[in-house]
C-alpha cells in the first residue's frame, strides 16, 4: 500500500504538479510573515479586510462567552441555536429571498445543494470554468452533466433546447469566476431559464460582499435579484468569516433541509463564526461597507491597468480576481518563488484547476491595499516578469 502510494506521489511531482502548504504567521492582513520574512499578500480572498476587523473579532468573543465554543450537533438534531436562525434570517433579508440554509463551507453548499435538487432524469448544465464543487456536486446527483462554453449563452440556449421535457433542468454558474475575474451573463441566463422553464443557481462567493449598490453580489449589479432561483454565497471571503449560505424561498429552503447530505450529516457551525458573520452582514450594509466595496474595485482597477500597462496579459474583468496569464506551469511556479524573494506572496494555478497552457498568477487586491503597496507590487512584478519572458 505505502509503496502505491509513493508512486502516486512521484507522479505528481514528475509532472510538476505536487503542492504543499505555506504557513503564514498572524493574520490575513495586506502584509503577512511567512517563514520570518514580511511579504505583501496578493491572494488572499479576505477582500474587504474583515477577516481581522474588530467588530467582527468583538462579536467572536462574546458569542463564545454567552454560547460556548460548540454548536455540539448537527442541526436536525440539537444544533440549531439561536445565532443560526439569526443570520440565516439576516442572509434572506440581505439577498432579498423568502428564506436562507446556512452551511459549513462553499463546498459543502455546493455539493448538497446541486445534489439535494437534482437526479437521475434531470439535466444540470454548468459552466465550462464553474468552480470544481459546482462539478463535483452534479456527479454526486446522478443526473446528466452539461457543460456548455464559457458564458456562451447561445450555446446554452441550443443545449436547453435539445434537453427540453427532461424532468428537472438546472442551469449553475459561477456569478463571479474565480480563476479569471470576470462575471457571468446574469441577465441572458435568466431569461433563458424562463423561456426554458429552468431553475438557476448562482455561486457569487467572489461577488457577494464585493458587487452591487449594497454589496449583494453579481445579481444586484446586473439587476437580476429576483430571478436567480437559488444565490449561494460565502461568508470566508469578503465577509471574513466562514461557512457558507444558501438563499432561497420557503420551500426549497423546506427540500435542502431534508435532502442536502451535506446539511444533514455535519456538526453546525460554532457560535463564534456565526457572530462574526451576522457582524460582517451588518457592517457591509453601513457607509463603511460601502467605502470598502468602492476602495476594493477602484484598487482592482488601478492594479490592473498598471499590470497590462507593464506589458502583462491580464483579461477583461473588472473585481478584485486579477489573473496574469503565464502559460506554462513551470514558468508559473517559478515567477511564484521569484516574487516571495522580492516580497510578495501570490500563488501560481495550474492544472488541475485551469487547463494545460492556461497557468497564471491569480493576485486579489484587498480594499486595505494602498496605492504605494499595489505601485511597489507592479514595479517587482514587472522586473520578474521581464526575466522570465512573461511581460
Given at each position: 500500500?505505502?509503496r ?7 507522479q ?7 503542492r504543499t ?12 510573515e511567512?517563514?520570518?520574512r ?6 488572499s ?27 455540539g450537533a ?15 434570517q ?5 439577498k432579498q ?23 437521475r ?7 465550462r ?23 456562451d ?24 469566476f474565480s ?13 433563458l ?7 438557476l443557481?448562482v ?18 449589479l ?6 436567480v432561483?437559488?444565490h449561494?454565497?460565502?461568508?470566508g ?26 446539511f ?6 460554532p ?25 476594493l ?15 502583462f496579459?491580464?483579461g477583461?474583468?473588472?473585481?478584485q480576481?486579477v ?5 506554462a ?25 485551469v ?11 484587498m ?7 499595489l ?17
Open positions: 500500500m505505502s502505491s502510494i509513493q508512486d502516486e506521489l512521484n505528481i511531482i514528475c509532472q510538476g504538479l505536487y502548504t505555506r504557513t503564514i504567521s498572524g493574520c490575513q492582513s495586506k502584509w503577512v511567512m517563514d520570518g514580511k511579504l505583501l499578500l496578493l491572494c480572498n479576505n477582500y474587504l479586510g474583515l477577516a481581522d476587523h474588530p467588530t467582527l473579532i468583538k462579536a467572536s468573543i462574546k458569542a463564545a462567552e454567552q454560547f460556548g465554543t460548540s454548536s448537527s442541526r436536525l438534531v440539537s444544533g440549531t441555536m439561536e445565532l443560526h436562525e439569526q443570520l440565516e439576516e442572509v434572506a433579508r440581505f429571498t423568502e428564506a436562507a440554509l446556512v452551511f459549513n463551507s462553499g463546498y459543502a453548499a455546493n455539493t448538497g445543494i446541486i445534489a439535494a435538487l437534482a437526479s432524469g434531470d439535466v444540470i448544465f454548468s459552466d470554468i464553474n468552480h470544481a464543487s459546482i462539478v463535483d456536486g452534479a456527479l454526486l446527483s446522478g443526473a446528466r452533466l452539461v457543460r456548455y462554453p464559457h458564458n449563452v447561445v450555446a446554452l440556449a441550443n443545449l436547453l433546447e435539445k434537453h427540453r421535457g427532461s424532468k428537472r433542468c438546472l442551469v449553475v454558474t459561477d456569478g463571479v480563476m479569471d475575474g470576470d462575471i457571468a451573463p446574469l441577465k441572458e441566463l435568466v431569461a431559464k424562463n423561456t426554458y422553464d429552468a431553475m443557481m455561486d457569487d462567493a467572489h461577488g457577494s460582499g464585493v458587487l452591487g449598490a449594497n454589496g449583494r453580489g453579481s445579481a444586484e446586473l439587476g437580476v435579484m429576483g430571478g432561483d437559488i449561494m454565497g460565502t461568508f471571503k469578503a465577509l471574513g468569516s466562514f461557512g457558507a449560505y444558501a438563499a432561497v424561498s420557503g420551500e426549497l429552503r423546506e427540500l435542502l433541509v431534508n435532502r442536502a447530505r451535506s444533514i450529516f455535519s456538526t453546525s457551525l457560535p463564534a463564526v456565526l457572530a462574526a458573520s451576522l457582524a460582517a452582514l451588518e457592517l457591509v450594509s453601513t457607509a463603511e461597507g460601502n467605502e470598502l466595496r468602492h476602495r474595485l477602484s484598487n482592482a482597477l488601478r492594479f490592473r491597468d498598471m499590470l497590462a500597462a507593464a506589458g496579459s491580464v477583461n474583468g473588472f473585481t480576481i489573473p496574469i496569464m503565464c502559460g506551469a513551470d514558468v508559473t511556479m517559478r515567477f511564484s518563488e521569484l516574487l516571495l524573494d522580492e516580497g510578495i506572496y501570490v500563488q501560481g494555478i495550474r492544472p488541475p484547476t487547463p494545460a497552457g492556461a497557468c497564471r498568477l491569480r493576485c486579489t487586491v480594499a486595505t491595499h494602498s496605492d504605494e503597496d505601485a511597489w507590487a507592479v514595479e517587482r512584478i514587472a522586473t520578474v516578469g521581464r526575466r522570465l519572458g512573461v511581460a
